[in-house]
C-alpha cells in the first residue's frame, strides 16, 4: 500500500492523512464539540484580575447545577486521579478504615491509591459484572458496631466494565442502619451523562473529571463537596498540601485560586455547562439511555455478549462487549482503526484482550452511534470474529421508533 503521507509528515513520523473526522468512541476522553473547542481558544487572561473572577464565579455556578447542588465545588488543575486523592486526604486520617467495592478496573485503582496514603481498606470482592450492592454495604455498616469504618467509597459508573452503581439506594441503606460513614462517589465517567443528584443523594464527596460526559479535553477534576465533609476536613489527619480544600473554597469564595487554574479549561467548562444546562439535564439523561439501549439491541443482534449482567445496572455512556473465545479484542480494535479510523476502548486490566468498550457519551447523536456501530459491525466482519449480521439494522430500527 502506498503511503499517502505529505513529506513533512513522513519527516515528523505523523499517521496518515485521514480525511473526515476521527470518531473517537471510547468512553473519554469524549469528542469535544466545537463550541467548547472556540470557547477554549481565547487569550489565556491574568487569573488575579477582575475579569477571572466573573469566569470563575460563573463556571462554579453552572458546575453546581451539573452537580445537583448548591455546596462547595472545587476545581483542580488535574486529571480525575486528582480529585479521587482529594476526596480521601480532606477526609481522612492514616489508619482509618473505608469500605470499597471491587466493581472494576477504577475501583481497584482507588482501592489502591486509599492503601497507598496509608488507610484501611475493606475491599468487598467483586465479578466485574455487577455493581455495587447496596444490601451489602447495609450489612457490613451493620456489623460495625463500633462505628470503625469512616467512609464508604464507590465508583457510580464502573468505566471497565459498563455497570452503574444505584447511589440512591446506597444511600438509604447507610442511613436505615444510622451509620455515620461519609460517601464518597467517583462520577468521572457520569457527572453530565446519567442521572446524578449529589445534594438530594446525600453523598459527601463528588469526585468527578472534564474528559468524558461534560465534553471537555483532560485536565480538570472536581470535587463538590457536602457541609458534613467539610466538617471531616477540619480533623483530617492526612497530610496535604495541593489537594487542600480549604485555600481552594476561602480563595473560591472571591472566584479566585490559591495557585494558577486551567484558565482556558475553565472557558470550556462554563461553555459545556452551559450547552448541557440549556439542553436540560433530564433530556441530556434521557439521550443517553436511548442510545445505550440502542447499543446493546446492536450487541444481542449480532449475538455478542453484554459484560454487564444486571439490566438495572447498564451504563448509558459505555458498553463493555464480551469477544467469542479465541478472538483478541484488541486485534479488532486495531482493524477498526486501521480500516475506519474509529477508536474503541480497550479492556482494562483482567478484561484485556477480552473485551471491547463502545463510548456513547458527550457531545453525540444518533447518526454518530449509527456511524459508530457500523465501524463496529463492518469491524467484526473485517478481523474475522463470528457474528450475526444485523446488529446495526436492530439499532436503528430502535432510533427510529
Ligand atoms: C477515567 C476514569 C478515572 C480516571 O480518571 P483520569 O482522568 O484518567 O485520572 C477514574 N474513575 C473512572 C470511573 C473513570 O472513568
Known sequence: MTSNKTRGQRERGDADVKSGRHFLQIPGPTNVP???LRALA?????HRGPAFASLARETIAGLQRVFQTTGAVVIYPSSGTGAWEAALVNTLSSGDRVLMVETGH???LWRDMAVRLGLKVDFEPGDWRHGVDPALVEARLKDDRARAIKAVAIVHNETSTGVTSRVAEIRRRIDSVRHPALLLVDTISSLGSIEYRHAEWGVDVTVSGSQKGLM???????????????AASKSAGLP???WDWAPMIKDG??????YTPA???LYGLREAAAMLLEQGLPAVFARHCRHAEATRRAVRAWGLELLCLNPDEYSSTVTAVLMPDGHDADVFRKIVLERFDMSLGTGLGTLKGRVFRIGHLGDFNDLMLAG???GVEMGLAAAGVPFTRGGVTAALEFLAS
Open 34 to 36: 466545537d463550541r467548547v
Open 42 to 46: 481565547q487569550p489565556t487572561i491574568d
Open 106 to 108: 477504577f475501583a481497584t
Open 216 to 230: 471537555l479535553p483532560p485536565g480538570l477534576g472536581f470535587n463538590a463537596i457536602s457541609d458534613k465533609a467539610i
Open 240 to 242: 496535604r498540601a495541593y
Open 253 to 258: 469564595a472571591s472566584g479566585f485560586f490559591p
Open 263 to 265: 484558565t482556558n479549561l
Open 372 to 374: 459508530t456501530l457500523s
